[in-house]
């Protein structure tokens, strides 16, 4: 900036020539200016934590506390989401390299398959049947996906010599994004994805037709996974929190809220809320939950190093808006979408909670599987409501063999069966119980073993079911008895989602009068979330929630109060 000043300000004095820019000969010398110009160094980008930090201290004397607050929170959650983006590059590398360790289980090698499906793929909607797109196979995707307001942008996250792009990148590329997504009355594109999938099947062709529309939907499609920055919604009590949060993550709260802002059938989509939560919501189609939860380990990892790589000083050029035309057509598809949506968003109940009393630690003091344990009290707090059990799933990974997915521990054994009965049953003694429940937890371990060597029970008899519908012979009778309708209506479906990070996954359930139940045994406590429909009368997440951390309880007295009980 250059200053002028009043005459009445100068003192004229007797200067020697200025000592910043030393004369020399008066005569012309070419090319001196240039040579100068490239010796001299290239402005250097400071590392991105520096500038953030150092902006903060600045900020100190000048805002009061709580605009401080709101800052720091700001600049973290834009950081979070760059170091997070990068962190899922950065296990992407171990995938394409087939650098990741091969897992096993008891010895035996698992199939990895399963991680090598989950990037740069999508599900595809068919008038008859969907389909799995990995796009990777072929020429390997370079862009992520960004949706903003309900405005996607494409987003490339190599460099030409193929290097990722460094934290600080991507920062600066998130904040074009930002800046220029800031309108919040565009069409939310994304919640067609939201549909029955019939429904969606039709939405779908008639999007397309559009050429601009079919590209657009392409480039969601083929990317590597979707960042979904999220707009603020409703604050709630700390209580109410974790799981408004799990909400947010499964459906986005409605149309009003952040439903718009995703595409459902991306494979990944990683979400951050500007109150700086954060977590994904991935389609199931591709893979089970132990490769997003290893995926997940890794980004924490990866986010919570300080390692500060100092960014090429290469001009990037702005994130690519997606565009959509939005026909008299479309925009009906999407007012249909949006109503039932908000009917499914109503309906649905999550319930999270941290279970304080103790974690897997304890119960492997017991000499118990902690898994075990936990299902059957799921069993008693299930019984103690409805006062019978219920067919209950449990997922079993196939992966000791090849592309091999899931069957089903059936929780429900004739052990637990006698075990809740007995739990409550004032005549009989402490002793007895417990050798009741250590029967019990002997028989739900013995089934997962069964189950993941491929010998349980419920895909041998699917498989059995589709072959006689596709042959179109008479469907067996085992299949048309009563028995088998309740058998396979799992009033409990449940899984373990195990993380070395202290995080929840969850899912509704799978019957109408039904519970979604999944949890994540930490050393000290248990995170558990529990799904229910309110249109249901007979279900309720936060009462099966308070009976379970009661049934788990009780079993945790009764083993203390009887001596030489460990199992």
Not at 137 to 151: A, D, G, L, R, S
Not at 299 to 309: G, H, I, L
Not at 386 to 396: I, K, L, M, N, V
Request: hydrophobic letters at 40%; proline letters at 6%; charged letters at 20%.
């Amino acid at each position: 900036m250059l200053a002028l000043l009043g005459r009445s300000a100068l003192r004229f004095t007797a200067l020697k020539p200025g000592c910043l820019v030393r004369p020399v000969a008066p005569t012309k010398l070419p090319g001196r200016y240039l040579a100068h110009q490239k010796s001299l160094p290239r402005l250097p980008v400071p590392p991105l934590q520096q500038t953030l930090e150092r902006y903060l201290l600045a900020l100190e004397p000048i805002v009061s506390q709580e605009e401080l607050e709101s800052t720091k929170q700001i600049v973290k959650e834009f950081g979070q989401k760059a170091k997070l983006i990068s962190g899922v590059l950065d296990f992407k590398t171990m995938i394409d390299n087939e650098t990741l360790p091969v897992e096993s289980l008891g010895g035996n090698p698992l199939c990895m398959n399963q991680y090598y499906q989950i990037l740069s793929s999508c599900r595809i909607p068919g008038s008859k049947s969907d389909s799995v797109v990995n796009y990777s196979q072929t020429k390997k995707p370079t862009h992520i996906t960004v949706v903003h307001n309900f405005q996607f942008f494409e987003l490339f996250v190599y460099n030409s010599d193929g290097t990722p792009l460094t934290v600080d990148q991507i920062y600066m590329q998130l904040e074009k994004i930002w800046h220029s997504s800031l309108q919040t009355n565009k069409e939310p594109i994304g919640i067609l994805t939201t549909g029955h999938r019939n429904s969606w099947a039709n939405a779908y062709n008639n999007l397309i037709k559009d050429k601009v529309n079919k590209e657009s939907v392409k480039c969601i499609q083929k990317s590597i996974f979707t960042v979904c920055l999220d707009a603020p919604v409703p604050k709630v009590s700390d209580e109410l929190y974790m799981s408004h949060v799990a909400a947010q993550m499964l459906h986005g709260g409605g149309s009003r809220w952040n439903s718009g802002n995703r595409w459902f059938d991306k494979t990944l989509q990683f979400i951050v809320g500007e109150d700086g939560s954060c977590g994904l919501v991935y389609e199931h189609s591709p893979a089970e939950g132990p490769p997003i939860v290893a995926l997940l380990d890794h980004v924490f990892e990866y986010c919570n190093t300080s390692v500060m790589v100092r960014s090429p000083m290469i001009p990037l050029a702005m994130p690519r808006k997606l565009r959509f035309n939005i026909t008299p057509d479309i925009k009906r598809d999407i007012e249909k979408a949006k109503q039932n949506l908000n009917m499914m968003v109503r309906d649905v109940d999550i319930k999270c909670f941290v279970f304080q009393h103790f974690g897997k630690d304890y119960v492997k003091s017991q000499k118990m599987s902690p898994d075990a344990l936990i299902q059957v009290a799921l069993q008693l707090a299930y019984y103690r409501i409805y006062g019978e059990p219920c067919a209950t799933y449990e997922s079993a990974s196939l992966r000791m063999f090849h592309l091999g997915r899931t069957d089903t521990i059936r929780s429900a054994t004739v052990g637990s069966s006698v075990f809740v009965r007995a739990m409550d049953n004032p005549q009989l003694q402490s002793q007895e119980k417990v050798a009741l429940l250590k029967k019990a937890v002997q028989m739900h371990r013995a089934y997962t073993d069964m189950a993941i060597r491929g010998q349980a029970i419920d895909r041998h008899l699917l498989g059995l079911k589709l072959q006689a519908i596709e042959d179109l012979v008479r469907i067996p009778e085992i299949f048309m008895d009563t028995s088998y309708a309740v058998a396979f209506h799992f009033n409990l479906s449940t899984s373990q989602v195990p993380a070395k990070i202290d995080c929840l996954m969850c899912f509704g359930p799978v019957v109408p009068d039904g519970y979604g139940v999944c949890y994540n045994p930490m050393e000290d406590h248990i995170n558990f979330a529990v799904s229910a429909f309110n249109s249901c009368a007979e279900t309720n997440a936060a009462k099966l929630a308070h009976f379970l951390e009661q049934a788990l309880v009780d079993m945790r007295e009764l083993l203390i109060q009887t001596p030489n009980s460990k199992l």
